[in-house]
């Protein structure tokens, strides 16, 4: 299921993600306590069944600060109980913070739901993928091991949240995908920024339609509760 929310706005730290996770977090956790604590709280080192992206409308960046008028949010997850704490938990004209920016929420909506059905389909991404070895070296697309970690990286999503193994492997066929990187305050132990170093652009996956399924409604990246790794189907190619 996937939702759009949309806020009105001003300006936002660049260092902006942990604050959209934690709006998202009050919003879950309004509509439900015994909810939130269960997926934050009791269970916060497991993976979460959502993942999103932001898109901000007259955007234009100074230093650390972006300025712009909205700031969308394109919320996925497989799970139909995360997004209905989140839409109950949420109100029209209720203000939320990034550190001591002040966003209102202006509209939201529930969108049409694709169900996909072959198992060759052309992927672009609305927020961009991470990979990174076991030794934190970020992976790109061009790098000899990215179908590898990447297929790591999807089979862990699948067994975590549908506690099952993926049908069939899944295969990177091919990809056009530029690097990106980010800049973000994790609250890590050093002062200074991290960067991340992701993919963005289209990425052409062959596997079960299931498995891909479940990589569409939830991402497929790293650190996906951030904003990282949400899917909008180009086409499926049969």
Known sequence: M????????????????????????????????????????????????????????????SQETIYGKELHLNLSSSSYEFIMHLMNGSKKGQVYYIQESQLVLKTKNLLPKKSIKEENVVFKTLSPILIESKDKKPILATDSNFNEELQYVANLIIRELYKREPQQPIKVLQTMM???????????????????TTNKGLIQLQGAPDDLQCLYDNGVSMRRSLGLGLLEVEKEVN
Not at 44 to 52: A, D, E, Q, V
Not at 178 to 195: A, C, F, G, N, W
């Open 2 to 61: 996937k939702v759009k929310l949309v806020f009105d706005m001003q300006s936002i730290p660049i260092t902006y993600r942990l604050g959209t996770l934690s709006i998202i977090k009050e919003m879950v956790r309004n509509g439900s306590q015994t909810y939130y604590d269960n997926l934050f709280v009791q269970n916060k080192r497991n993976m979460k069944p959502f993942t999103y992206s932001t898109y901000i409308t007259n955007l234009d960046i």
């Open 178 to 196: 530029t690097k990106q990187v980010l800049k973000e305050d994790l609250h890590q132990k050093q002062k200074r920024p991290l960067y991340l």
